[in-house]
């Protein structure tokens, strides 16, 4: 398995973001992925998932404002993340959903300022 996160940065609050996930080795179209992110300081939460069939969750926080979405043609996930918030500022990661993989990642910083 190998999970590689870009698309981060820096943005003022307000501002938009899409992060996206490379997945390799293994069958992508049939597993549910997710987003998670992990603040300094803080324990890892769940962000969003999707499941092979395309049906979405998220966490309270993010609902409304983030949409998470595949393709499973390029074997990869995305976070459309839109009214960012300070308190969004973290590192995401993504992997399996709801049971995320003992690996994990690089992770890409996601810092929003107010």
């Known amino acids: 398995v190998q999970l590689v996160e870009s698309g981060g940065g820096l943005v003022q609050a307000g501002g938009s973001l899409r992060l996206s996930c490379a997945a390799s080795g293994f069958i992508f179209s049939g597993i549910a992925m997710g987003w998670y992110r992990q603040a300094s300081g803080k324990q890892r939460e769940w962000v969003a998932d999707?499941?092979?069939?395309?049906?979405?969750n998220y966490a309270n926080s993010v609902k409304g404002r983030f949409t998470i979405s595949r393709d499973n043609a390029k074997n990869t996930l995305y976070l459309q993340m839109n009214s960012l918030k300070p308190e969004d500022t973290a590192v995401y990661y993504c992997?399996?959903?709801?049971?995320?993989?003992?690996?994990w990642g690089q992770g890409t910083q996601v810092t929003v300022s107010s």
């Open positions: 999707i499941s092979t069939g395309g049906r979405t």
């Open positions: 992997n399996r959903a709801p049971t995320p993989w003992g690996y």
